[in-house]
């Protein structure tokens, strides 16, 4: 397909892990991107990843690629209601200027 | 540091004026992107920009849409004739080098009502 998809909707109990999902559009996608927007509130770089990794850990954040399905995961461990957004998958390819982005995954964090 | 500005947050307009949008990059970034976001969509990128360069612009429509990033002030995403498809959030990002790692820092958006 020809978009970045995401599904659009996720619950989960605070305490939690939460697990979004996304799959790109092109293998020659050099990085992978994951954004966070609350509400009224521009776009915040959460966590990035290069094409040639598996895996990048950064505090309760882990995202896993596979590139093969084209496929990239982002964990929260312990999610807290502070972490209710929209969560955005993003690509881009080195060397062009534009970045796709998915349609969002909304995450809700009940108490 | 400032993070990336943009002005008005909201803006109403009728259809067939004009619209102009404005973002403030961040202090020492030369590189501005703009894109839109539709209800329920991710975000779609317009045009890329240096200071008084437009160096990319397929993702804007040939018609009605305009860029530009001057030497001096902010870089003004204008619209012209606007319709109701129009109505949007029009985010602004700006980074301090070209696109090799792409660390975009996002403005909090405008958002467009066209009635």
């Known amino acids: 397909g020809e978009d970045v998809e995401q599904s659009l909707f996720l619950s989960v109990r605070e305490g939690d892990s939460s697990v979004i999902n996304c799959t790109y559009t092109?293998?020659?996608?050099?990085?992978l991107y994951w954004y966070k927007q609350e509400p009224g509130a521009g776009l915040q770089l959460l966590t990035y990843i290069f094409s040639n990794m598996d895996m990048k850990q950064d505090q309760r954040l882990t995202v896993l690629l596979n590139k093969k399905d084209k496929h990239l995961s982002l964990r929260i461990a312990d999610t807290q209601t502070g972490d209710s957004a929209i969560y955005f998958c993003a690509e881009s390819i080195k060397g062009n200027n534009d970045m796709r982005f998915g349609a969002g995954t909304r995450l809700t964090v009940k108490p | 540091n400032a993070g990336v500005m943009q002005n008005p947050r909201h803006l109403v307009r009728r259809r067939g004026q004009e619209a102009r949008l404005r973002c403030s990059p961040m202090k020492g970034h030369s590189h501005v992107y703009w894109y839109r976001q539709l209800p329920e969509e991710g975000l779609k990128f317009m045009v890329y920009l240096q200071k008084e360069n437009i160096i990319d612009e397929s993702g804007m429509p040939k018609e009605r849409f305009s860029a530009e990033f001057p030497k001096e002030g902010p870089s003004i995403l204008r619209i012209q004739q606007v319709v109701r498809g129009d109505s949007a959030a029009y985010f602004c990002?700006?980074?301090?080098?070209?696109?090799?790692?792409?660390?975009?820092?996002f403005g909090p958006g405008t958002r467009l009502t066209v009635l």
């Open positions: 092109d293998s020659s996608s050099t990085y």
């Open positions: 990002a700006s980074s301090p080098r070209d696109k090799s790692y792409n660390e975009q820092f």
